[in-house]
């Protein structure tokens, strides 16, 4: 069973739209999140993570996450996309059940920014 | 290298081969992550090391798949008997810290094909 869950596989929207990307995980107790991200023909590579504190994390290039405990989501956000943002988007989540090393990431979404 | 490196880039094999797939991660990185990325999915987590002795390989799916990292840098991912089914991007990646509190940087990945 997908522990991590990304609602969308495929997204298209116009440059200055807003983008919302939902994750929802199905662990309970303390779990680490991060948003992954993978620009064509290039490697995976950091957006944000979030692991204690304030629910509201910014990342790189202006992304930023919410973590909601009580929904068990982390919600990928930017308010105005451009071309350049056009990309894979993964989820993942290390829980402190498992070793501190195993990422569970989400199957991805694939985001396409339209001039 | 500044970067995570794997080589090789591309292997294409027939079924019930031998075939090794090395990861060179980044100098003084301690742990090291192997993932297996099938189309349209995550990747998916299949073992990670701390130093030398792997700390967690609960995600290989089965015994015919072994991973090595014998002076804690360089690690080689060998898979005997190879099935159509393995055919997956390998990657890998590597973090200064353990994951739970650390960025893991990934390489380009191996495309292996199993004919």
């Known amino acids: 069973a997908q522990s991590v869950s990304q609602h969308n596989h495929h997204v298209i929207l116009s440059e200055a739209a807003s983008l919302e990307l939902g994750c929802n995980y199905s662990?309970?107790?303390?779990?680490?999140l991060f948003w992954y991200v993978q620009y064509p023909g290039q490697h995976l590579q950091l957006l944000l993570k979030y692991f204690s504190g304030d629910p509201l994390v910014k990342g790189i290039k202006g992304f930023e996450a919410e973590f909601i405990k009580s929904k068990f989501s982390f919600n990928l956000r930017k308010p105005s996309v451009q071309w350049s943002d056009t990309a894979e988007y993964f989820c993942?989540?290390?829980?402190?059940?498992?070793?501190?090393?195993?990422?569970?990431f989400g199957a991805g979404t694939q985001v396409v920014v339209t001039p | 290298g500044a970067g995570v490196s794997q080589t090789p880039s591309n292997k294409v094999t027939e079924k019930g081969k031998y075939v090794e797939l090395r990861c060179d991660p980044i100098s003084g990185h301690t742990a090291l992550y192997w993932y297996r990325q099938s189309l349209g999915q995550g990747p998916e987590f299949l073992i990670y090391?701390?130093?030398?002795?792997?700390?967690?390989d609960s995600g290989l799916p089965n015994d015919r798949f072994f991973a090595v990292r014998p002076e804690g840098s360089v690690s080689t991912l060998k898979i005997q008997r190879t099935e159509r089914g393995d055919s997956a991007v390998y990657l890998c990646?590597?973090?200064?810290?353990?994951?739970?509190?650390?960025?893991?940087?990934f390489g380009p990945g191996t495309r292996l094909t199993v004919l």
């Open positions: 990646a590597s973090s200064l810290f353990l994951a739970g509190g650390g960025e893991q940087f």
């Open positions: 662990y309970g107790g303390t779990v680490n």
């Open positions: 993942a989540v290390i829980r402190q059940t498992d070793s501190w090393g195993k990422f569970q």
């Open positions: 090391f701390q130093g030398t002795g792997a700390a967690d």
